[in-house]
């Protein structure tokens, strides 16, 4: 893997790149996202992996009014953060870990990427499957959500995985919809989401994240 220096371009035949970020604060994950998905080179596929600290992100066209408790998240010193793609409120801390590939939309091949993330957790000796469009799950329990973003003919999908989130902090702070939550038959977010460490008590989020590398590798090739 190579350092990350700003708004460098690489030669063209520099194709995959691993990128770590080692700071927390979600306004600079974010940022450096955006800014990777702005500035990625043709044929070149970026893997960003990257963690928040008690963070609730919300969709771009989400209300924060509804989709968390307001008062709570100030009291508990949880920040609020707003990404540019679609999809529901999630919970971050240091127990999750972010995921996100960045290509040219012609390079971009979700059934690759999801392959690699499954690989990874297939890794630890856990079954996951595929549901739709946006949820890897286990035994019917969701450990990873995934969302998808283009712009300028880039694009990212990005998603998390559970590894040990505080679950009681995410049920008292998010506020799905009653209706969605009795559409799929669960009476709390809490309730149908799991940790992978629940499942393998050998799983970190640094253990992930060298799996992560090694199967990014073995789909996408050496870095």
Request: glycine letters at 6%; charged letters at 30%; one cysteine or more.
């Amino acid at each position: 893997m190579r350092p990350y220096s700003g708004l460098e371009k690489e030669p063209s035949i520099i194709m995959n790149r691993c990128i770590i970020s080692k700071e927390s604060d979600p306004y600079y994950n974010l940022a450096l996202e955006e800014e990777l998905l702005r500035n990625v080179d043709d044929d070149e596929i970026i893997f960003y992996l990257w963690q928040n600290y008690r963070t609730v992100v919300i969709g771009r066209n989400q209300n924060p009014f509804l989709e968390c408790d307001i008062d709570r998240m100030n009291a508990e010193g949880v920040r609020l953060a707003r990404r540019i793609s679609g999809g529901g409120a999630v919970y971050h801390d240091l127990g999750n870990l972010n995921f996100t590939f960045i290509s040219k939309e012609k390079s971009s091949d979700i059934k690759r990427q999801i392959e690699v993330i499954r690989a990874a957790v297939e890794s630890f000796g856990i079954n996951a499957q595929f549901s739709g469009r946006n949820d890897l799950l286990c035994d019917g329990r969701k450990f990873s959500g995934h969302a998808f973003y283009s712009e300028d003919e880039n694009c990212f999908h990005h998603g998390t995985l559970m590894i040990d989130v505080d679950k009681s902090m995410l049920g008292k702070l998010l506020r799905p919809s009653r209706l969605k939550l009795e559409a799929k038959g669960i009476t709390s977010v809490k309730s149908r989401v799991v940790n992978l460490s629940e499942i393998c008590s050998d799983i970190t989020a640094e253990n992930m994240i060298d799996a992560l590398k090694e199967s990014f590798e073995s789909e996408y090739g050496e870095l």
